[in-house]
T-cell receptor, first 117, second 112 residues
Framework: GAGVSQSPRYKVTKRGQDVALRCDPI?????LYWYRQALGQGPEFLTY????????KSGLPNDRFSAERPEGSISTLTIQRTEQRDSAMYRC?????FGSGNTGELFFGEGSRLTVL | GEDVEQSLFLSVREGDSSVINCTYT??????LYWYKQEPGAGLQLLTY?????DMKQDQRLTVLLNKKDKHLSLRIADTQTGDSAIYFC????????????FGTGTRLLVSP
């Protein structure tokens, strides 16, 4: 697509429920990133994929968080047994790799705002 | 460790210059970036500077990098009301991908 698309834009859920957040990157972008942004803070790295391979998941807070990108395009971030502290804006970004004139610029989606009651 | 700090708020009048400052602790960064976040929108890359440069100018934007002091600044000339937004500095490292460490953001308010 023309830009990075995320859904849902807003999600309100009760504590203990599972949520799945979807990201559709820019067509042809190899790399896909998930960031989390708490209110009044900058985005914080969660995890990253090259094609379908998860390259780094060091930013995932705990094992309730997981992400996949099975066909190297759309990605899903899943949070199991949500807690109130999971409330945040979850941002997805995609990029082309460095080289061939690319700076590896990240193109961010508008984000999915998660509220856990 | 990685730590990027910014002042929280800046208010200027339309037509004035704005200077947004950022300090970071990890000197091994390769690129430093400025992103702009408008309400309800995603983050948009404004400009970037390679860590071996001191200055970069891009139209109304001037980026200054002082590696010795680990200080990065963004100057916006002739600031317009449309420049009102939150500005984030960010750094990346020689890992071959864009695992960015962001600052806390500076809210710029431009009044007519």
């Amino acid at each position: 697509g023309a830009g990075v698309s995320q859904s849902p834009r807003y999600k309100v859920t009760k504590r203990g429920q599972d949520v799945a957040l979807r990201c559709d990157p820019i067509s042809g972008h190899v790399s896909l990133y998930w960031y989390r942004q708490a209110l009044g803070q900058g985005p914080e790295f969660l995890t990253y994929f090259n094609y379908e391979a998860q390259q780094d998941k060091s930013g995932l807070p705990n094992d309730r968080f997981s992400a996949e990108r099975p066909e190297g395009s759309i990605s899903t971030l899943t949070i199991q047994r949500t807690e109130q502290r999971d409330s945040a804006m979850y941002r997805c970004a995609s990029s082309s790799p460095f080289g061939s004139g690319n700076t590896g610029e990240l193109f961010f989606g508008e984000g999915s705002r998660l509220t856990v009651l | 460790g990685e730590d990027v700090e910014q002042s929280l708020f800046l208010s200027v009048r339309e037509g004035d210059s704005s200077v947004i400052n950022c300090t970071y602790t990890d000197s091994s960064s390769t690129y430093l970036y400025w992103y702009k976040q408008e309400p309800g929108a995603g983050l948009q890359l404004l400009t970037y500077i390679f860590s071996n440069m001191d200055m970069k100018q891009d139209q109304r934007l001037t980026v200054l990098l002082n590696k010795k002091d680990k200080h990065l600044s963004l100057r916006i000339a002739d600031t317009q009301t449309g420049d009102s937004a939150i500005y984030f500095c960010a750094e990346s490292f020689d890992t071959g991908f864009q695992k960015l460490v962001f600052g806390t953001g500076t809210r710029l308010l431009v009044s007519p």
